[in-house]
């Protein structure tokens, strides 16, 4: 069985700084993805990952994949309150996507 | 596009009734699936779809029915209810079948009495 574990669960940015999340998984996989969700809302991709090495970058958020070390990063530059979410990882077995238990952010002034 | 669009938004139900939330997508997507989201559990897979008339289980299915008679519906169903599956559910679908960018619908509220 798939198990992905994100750390922490909770994060208190603040505003400015640089923060990551981590997300590791138990077997190997070569397709990782990044979601966020608004509280209420359903879920937005963010990236997806899909070899070794693999790094994208979008606005104040880079992923980034590590699949020897089955190990994904979400780090947060500079960070503002628009980025107060909660964030998946996923983690893709055959067809079946397996998912974090989620890090909630909240950016404070 | 609609995109992915779930129906209804939002259900009660009372204990041993049954229902089916509807799923459809306009994207001529090829992989759909169902989640279920309970606090501090993520995400977890109820069943999955990768073309039509082609489905299987995903982590949880228990108490759950899924058909594919099509490629742009995949209806769940719950056969009896049960405060257990108190939940949100979301519908997500992909082009292929390689997993690719997963698009999820607005989401079911559904809670069981």
């Known amino acids: 069985e798939l198990k992905v574990e994100q750390n922490p669960l909770f994060l208190s940015m603040q505003e400015g700084k640089n923060y990551t999340i981590y997300c590791n998984y138990s077997?190997?996989?070569?397709?990782l993805y990044w979601y966020r969700q608004d509280p209420g809302k359903s879920l937005e991709s963010l990236f997806v990952?899909?070899?070794?090495?693999a790094v994208k970058q979008e606005g104040r958020l880079m992923a980034s994949l590590d699949t020897k070390a089955r190990l994904s990063t979400l780090h947060i530059t500079a960070a503002v309150h628009d980025l107060s979410a909660t964030y998946f990882c996923?983690?893709?077995?055959?067809?079946?996507?397996?998912f974090g238990a989620g890090t909630t952010v909240t950016v404070r002034a | 596009n609609a995109g992915v669009t779930q129906t209804p938004k939002f259900q009660v139900l009372k204990t041993g009734q049954s229902m089916t939330l509807q799923c459809a997508q306009d994207?001529?997507?090829?992989?759909m699936s169902w989640y279920r989201q309970d606090p501090g559990m993520g995400l977890r897979l109820i069943h999955y779809?990768?073309?039509?008339?082609?489905?299987d289980q995903g982590e949880v299915p228990n108490g759950y029915n899924v058909s594919r008679s099509t490629t742009e519906d995949f209806p769940l169903r719950l056969l009896s209810a049960a405060p257990s599956q108190t939940s949100v559910y979301f519908c997500?679908?992909?082009?292929?079948?390689?997993?690719?960018?997963?698009?999820f619908g607005p989401g079911t509220r559904l809670l069981v009495l």
């Open positions: 997500a679908s992909s082009y292929g079948t390689g997993l690719e960018t997963q698009y």
């Open positions: 077997t190997t996989s070569d397709r």
């Open positions: 990952l899909l070899s070794n090495g």
């Open positions: 996923a983690v893709a077995n055959d067809y079946k996507l397996s």
């Open positions: 994207m001529n997507h090829e992989y």
């Open positions: 779809s990768v073309g039509a008339g082609i489905t």
